[in-house]
């Protein structure tokens, strides 16, 4: 599904370049679990935003389902993430003037799903996480984790084959980042290829594939259990 | 995206923000309330005068003695004149200028009219029945000045309602003496009401022969002639036969001067024109300047959600999908303003008259369209700006800021 094949990633920082991704090589097959472990600044981020089409690596081949990223154009990348990844990020990041239901329409809006065949598409995922009772609630108005969900279902409503989860428990207390856990393992379960990015080992040991950066490299990259 | 869909996301952000918008709005509202305002101040008052000179009668021809330089506009009757314009001038007018329908001599002046123990100082104009038709100022009751009267310089005087009413209250004036300037007059006619035209007030005006007149002012001259061709189109050939007839009269020298009563519209309507333009070009500037509130709440508007642009990039929003939606807020703004502004702008306009009367106003659909064409351009002009900043973003920093 994800083939990443010699990935570098360079900034230009005043008089000299830092290194954030060296030499990244990875396979990803659908269907995995897989938790992407490191300390700060060891490049987790960075590779997550390639894996998610929002960052161009500054080298390397980057092929997502038989399709090369690195040479497409803006709107063809936006139109991947738009269709082929969801995104749950740590804090939540829903839009704050909309509420639950319309925040989880929005990427149906980029794809011109005209807007009654938003809401029918829209509700379903949100009684899915359990959240039925709350669809005109603002952001506000919810708990961490019920915006968790909400921006859960979000990232869901285009039926993407990758989800990619920034720290998503980082911000919730451990028995709402448990449900959350538990939501994403389900829709593992399901079908959904799933990469999470994470600092808590409980996390990671649920995963079926850890892969350990340091320093942008990968120093280990090993089955779970 | 479709365009309805930005529009409602547009639209829920300035209403999220009501107190801002409003005052962003007011920046346009006043701008397109301005430009409508004054540019039907400007029309109106173009209108005005064009009505009231054509009410005068069309196609006139006025010849004053003294021969000025410039073309069109105003002269004093007396401009250094070399040879007068005679009674006999205008009779040769009308006898051998076939294109002219009337050639009528004019003598006027201000004179004290005096009837029992009332007196007043009133437009006094000396001329012959034809002045009737061509200037549009017909008799009521009894009748006009008659060529026999002018042929005699008859002591007889036809009132405007005006000067009636002052004088003669509800007495019947007919047969009645008056006494102007010691003269002692038959009044023999009223005329019609008429009512004011150029702060003109054509009902306080006296009307005698115009050899009465004359012998009145202690003048063999006359102060000008007016004469009235038929077709529009005559004028200019008029106007050749007028010179011809009287240059030949004269000794051969163009000591008068000929002004038609078009190139006069032309002239006030060019003037008025530029004044139209001046007012709304002021009111443009104002426009302009709401413009740039428009960008600058924008500018917030934009930082403010770099967040959310951010997160819409990341959920497949496209840099055009972006650019959209902040142009299209711009643009709602302003539009919505420029609408607000122009119920405000054409309501004022329209009452303004009924309480200042001095002041007509006349709204016409171009200066509409115009402000409300320019007010969306702002919209579009000043919303590319932020617009594009907002589209540039790069989504990793955006959905980093705080």
């Given at each position: 599904m994800i083939k990443l094949a010699n990935i570098t990633k360079t900034y230009r920082m005043g008089a000299g370049d830092i290194t954030v991704l060296s030499d990244i090589s990875l396979n990803v097959q659908g269907g995995e679990l897989i938790a992407i472990m490191g300390p700060s600044g060891s490049g987790k981020s960075t590779l997550m935003n390639i894996i998610g089409c929002l960052d161009r690596p500054t080298s390397g081949a980057y092929n997502f389902e038989n399709r090369e990223i690195s040479a497409m154009t803006d709107d063809e990348l936006a139109s991947v993430r738009n269709v082929k990844i969801g995104f749950v990020f740590q804090t939540f990041n829903l839009l704050p003037r909309f509420s639950a239901l319309k925040n989880v329409e929005v990427?149906?809006?980029?794809?011109?799903?005209?807007?009654?065949?938003?809401?029918d598409r829209a509700a379903p995922l949100l009684e899915k996480v359990g959240l039925g009772d709350r669809m005109q609630h603002k952001p506000t108005e919810l708990s961490g984790g019920q915006q968790q969900r909400v921006a859960i279902a979000r990232a869901l409503v285009n039926n993407p084959p990758l989800l990619l989860a920034d720290e998503p428990t980082g911000n919730l207390d451990s028995r709402s980042g448990e449900e959350i856990l538990n939501i994403l393992i389900r829709l593992n379960q399901q079908g959904v290829t799933i990469i999470i990015v994470t600092h808590d080992k409980d996390i990671a040991a649920q995963c079926k594939r850890i892969i350990n950066l340091k320093d942008g490299r990968i120093i280990n990259d090993q089955v779970n259990g | 995206m479709n365009f309805l869909e930005t529009f409602r996301v547009a639209f829920e952000a300035i209403l999220s923000n009501k107190v801002r918008s409003g005052l962003t709005m007011l920046g346009v509202i006043i701008g397109v309330m301005a430009v409508i305002l004054l540019v039907s101040i400007g029309e109106g008052a173009r209108v005005y005068i064009t009505k009231e000179l054509t009410g005068l009668g069309t196609n006139l021809l006025i010849i004053t003695p003294g021969k000025t330089s410039t073309s069109?506009?105003?002269?004093?009757?007396?401009?250094?004149t070399v040879r007068k314009l005679t009674y006999d001038d205008s009779q040769a007018l009308k006898r051998r200028a076939w294109l002219l329908t009337e050639a009528v001599p004019l003598v006027f002046g201000t004179g004290k009219i005096k009837y029992k123990n009332m007196g007043r100082d009133t437009m006094l104009i000396g001329t012959t029945p034809e002045f009737q038709s061509i200037r549009n100022l017909f008799v009521d009751t009894g009748s006009y000045v008659t060529q026999g009267d002018v042929d005699s310089k008859a002591k007889i005087i036809v009132l405007g309602t005006k000067v009636k009413e002052e004088l003669f209250g509800t007495e019947n004036p007919l047969g009645k003496v008056v006494t102007l300037s010691d003269a002692r007059y038959r009044v023999v006619?009223?005329?019609?009401?008429?009512?004011?035209?150029?702060?003109?007030?054509?009902?306080?005006?006296?009307f005698i022969p115009v050899t009465s007149g004359q012998e009145l002012f202690d003048t063999d001259g006359l102060f000008e002639i007016i004469a009235s061709t038929p077709r529009s189109e005559d004028v200019d050939r008029a106007i050749a036969q007028i010179k011809d007839i009287l240059?030949?009269?004269h000794a051969h020298r163009e000591d008068f001067t000929i002004q038609s009563q078009g190139a006069m519209l032309s002239t006030m309507n060019t003037i008025l024109g530029v004044l139209t333009a001046v007012l709304g070009g002021i009111a443009g500037i104002s426009l302009v300047v709401g413009g740039i509130g428009i960008m600058n709440i924008m500018l917030v508007s934009v930082r403010e959600r770099t967040r959310e642009i951010g997160v819409r990039k990341a959920l497949g929003a496209r840099n055009s999908d972006i650019m959209a939606q902040f142009i299209i807020e711009a643009i709602t703004l302003s539009g919505?303003?420029?609408i607000i502004g122009i119920v405000v702008g054409v309501g004022l306009a329209l009452l303004i008259p009924v309480f200042v009367d001095v002041l007509p106003t006349s709204v016409s659909a171009w200066s509409i369209i115009m402000a409300f064409t320019f007010s969306v351009a702002v919209g579009v002009f000043f919303g590319v700006y932020p617009a594009r900043k907002a589209a540039l973003q790069d989504p990793i920093q955006a959905l980093r800021y705080e």
């Open positions: 990427p149906l809006i980029y794809s011109g799903v005209p807007s009654r065949l938003r809401r | 069109g506009g105003f002269h004093p009757p007396s401009a250094g006619g009223v005329m019609r009401k008429r009512g004011t035209s150029l702060g003109m007030d054509l009902d306080d005006i006296v240059i030949r009269r919505a303003g420029g």
